[in-house]
């Protein structure tokens, strides 16, 4: 089975920030990778697909990159909309999310 | 607009069973795979189990294999998870998510809002 490590846990940050969130897959999953974004008490919403595509409708704030094991969610200049956890997924083989991390106010 | 409706959860005593559905409208249901994902109190996502448009392909996490069944009526638009000999651990908001494709390779672009199992005695 494909293991997703999502680093870091927790990211504390201000509105304004650039915020980079990385995600390790236990084996290559070339390029099939997913992040979405969870916000308290709501269904999870689809931001990046195959690792760098961005989802219709999601800002242009949101940046996927990487291949094979190694993979970045980057947020340009944080919103306050963007307090949130944010999960990656490999759909390579079955499907896999890593732990999340969640956005937190500094 | 696609809509994903679950039903089914409930509080459930340990060994027992469940099942889970998952309406589904606003696209043509019979041409994406659909999967269930679930969510344990204040946790991460795990996903569950998947099911290619034709039932064809069928998959299923480590945790609930050989416990677990996925199915869907492609006449009903409907898409089903029968849990049994349930256990604490199975505690969770179960969610119903639609793929972009009919099998293979591809995310999730719609999710439920999820219905909620509770095995507990």
């Known amino acids: 089975d494909i293991q997703m490590t999502q680093s870091p846990s927790t990211l504390s940050a201000s509105v304004g920030d650039r915020v980079t969130i990385t995600c390790r897959a236990s084996q290559s999953i070339s390029s099939w990778l997913a992040w979405y974004q969870q916000k308290p008490g709501k269904a999870p919403k689809l931001l990046i697909y195959k690792a760098s595509s961005l989802e219709t409708g999601v800002p242009s704030r949101f940046s996927g990159s990487g291949s094979g094991t190694e993979f970045t969610l980057t947020i340009s200049s944080l919103q306050p909309d963007d307090f949130a956890t944010y999960y990656c997924?490999?759909?390579?083989?079955?499907?896999?999310f890593g732990q999340g991390t969640k956005v937190e106010i500094k | 607009e696609v809509q994903l409706v679950e039903s089914g959860g409930g509080l459930v005593q340990p060994g027992r069973s469940l099942r889970l559905s998952c309406a589904a409208s606003?696209?043509?249901?019979?041409?994406?795979?659909m999967h269930w994902v679930r969510q344990a109190p204040g946790k991460g996502l795990e996903w569950v189990s998947g099911i290619s448009w034709n039932s064809g392909s069928i998959g299923y996490a480590d945790s609930v294999k050989g416990r677990f069944t996925i199915s869907r009526d492609n006449a009903k638009n409907s898409l089903y998870l029968q849990m049994n000999s349930l256990r604490a651990e199975d505690t969770a908001l179960y969610y119903c998510?639609?793929?972009?494709?009919?099998?293979?390779?591809?995310?999730?672009?719609?999710w439920g809002q999820g219905t909620l199992v509770t095995v507990s005695s």
């Open positions: 997924q490999q759909y390579n083989s079955y499907r896999t």
């Open positions: 606003g696209f043509t249901f019979d041409d994406y795979a």
């Open positions: 998510a639609k793929t972009v494709g009919s099998s293979g390779k591809y995310p999730f672009d719609y």
